[in-house]
Structures are given as structure tokens and as C-alpha cells.
């Protein structure tokens, strides 16, 4: 891409939407993408119970939970509160932790990967080398020993899911604006006196959007994922407040005799991050060039 002017952002957004609705994957994943972010909005008028409320109407004669069915669409848990209730109320909890924890990997990780891909030299030697060494641990293990450290809640939990997952993020950007920075209309701004902020926002930003839209759409189902596991292990989001991975830490015992508390959860997650990355590849091929002719 050598072009010098900037492109039309939304002529661009018009585009990309059109192409995604046309195409069915991403259509189904834009459905599904929707119809949770409803229900996390809507969560108080959509629930058909309290989450909280801890019955014995939801337990059976033997104090066992109830299978889905009747006033328990998706059955109820070992403490006789409605699962689809927590579930729906999950949704705005893996939602918001996913959205911010994502936004903040992203700021972070294309505010270091410009930087060091545009002024090079020692600071991109520093900045680099530092993402490097966050890239050689283990991004779960770090997940969690930041957890531990801190007491899980909302924010905490996603800045940690951040923290470990802002260096892919920096070192795609990095290698595309190392690219960039040396390409003719880059130079021609530099010798016309254009300022470093001009060049970064003005000139090299709008072509890095294509990848950044892409990485966070993409990153979106990676976060979700991550959360619903740190939950999962007890060091993610804290009962009563519920998520998808509580829900199965929670009833993980029961398993074998009341399975729907572990696979509905389960198939929450994985259909959040299906959707996601449905539609990131489809965005991922919309928005590069280089694929477009593959299609």
C-alpha cells in the first residue's frame, strides 16, 4: 500500500459491513455476536428468574438439581438456582471482561509495536527485546500468578487477561510499521518537516486499522477463553457473581449425574468464540488485500 492520501473510513466500514452480512459464516457469527450482546444488555428483563435465589422448588425431592424443563428451561444448579438465569447474567460478565481486556491489549500492544517499528534504534531495540521476554512466558502460567497476587475481581481480572496478551499484538504491528515507515510516502512526509505525530496518526495509523480491527475481533474470543478458564481454576471472577467458567467450577462435581451444568457453560464459551472468530476471518479477508484475490 504506497498510497499517500488517507483512506475513506467510512466508504470502507460500508464496504466491510456489506461483505460480512453477505457471506454466511460471518453472518451467523454476527447473529450470535448480537443476540449475547443483547442478552447481557437486556440481562434484568430477559432472565426468567433470579440468578441468586437459591430454592427448593429447584432441587429435587433428594436435593438433587433439577434437569432442564418446565420453569427451568436449562435446568437448575446443586443450589437450586436457575442455570439459563446465570448463564444470561455470565454473559455480561465473560462480555465486559472480554471487550475491556481486549481493548486494553490492544492500546497496549499497537502503542508499543508503532512506536518501536517507527523511531527504531535503541528505543524499538528496548521495547521489542522487552516484548520478547513477556512472549517466553507461559501466558496462562503468568495469568495466573497475576491473579493470585491480586484479589480477583472485574477490572483485575481483565487487566491480567491483558497483560498477557498486549505482545502479539505489538510484535504484528511492529513488523507492519517497520514496513511502512520505509516506504516513499513516509520518507516524503519526513522531508516535507511533517511532525512524528502527523506521520503516526495522519499516515501510518490508517493503514495499520485493517490489522488492529482484525486482531481484536479476533482477540475477543482468546479473552473470553482465558477468563472462563482463570474462572474455571478459582482465580479469575469471584462467586456469586457468575461467569461461564464458575459455573462449571462450580458444578464440576456433578457432572456425571447432572451433566447440563457443565455442558451448557461450556457450549456458551464455545459458541462466543466461534462467533468471534468467524468473523474475524472474514474481516481478516475483507480488509488484506493480499487475500482478497483467494476468495
Known sequence: ?????????????RS????LIARPRSAFGLMIIVLMV?????APWVMPHDPFEQSFDGLSLVGAPLPPGGDFPLGTDLLGRDLASRLILGTRTSLIIGVLANGI??????????????????????LMRFTDLMMAFPAL????????????????????????NWVQMARVIYTETRSLAERDFIQVQRALGAGHLRILFAHLLPHLLSSIVVFGTLGISTTVLLEATLSFLGVGVQPPTPSWGNIIFENQTYFSSAPWLVFFPGAAILLLA??????????????????KGRH
Open 1 to 13: 500500500m504506497t498510497e499517500t492520501t488517507t483512506p475513506d473510513a467510512s466508504g470502507q466500514t
Open 16 to 19: 466491510a459491513w456489506r461483505a
Open 38 to 42: 443483547g442478552a447481557a444488555i437486556f
Open 105 to 126: 491489549a490492544i492500546l497496549l500492544g499497537a502503542g508499543v509495536g508503532i512506536t518501536a517499528g517507527y523511531f527504531g534504534g535503541w528505543i524499538g531495540a528496548v
Open 141 to 164: 502460567l503468568l495469568a495466573i500468578v497475576l491473579a493470585a497476587i491480586f484479589q480477583p475481581s472485574l477490572l483485575i481480572v481483565a487487566l491480567v487477561i491483558a497483560m498477557v
Open 274 to 291: 466461534l462467533a468471534f472468530n468467524l468473523v474475524g476471518d472474514a474481516l481478516r479477508d475483507i480488509l488484506d488485500p493480499t487475500l
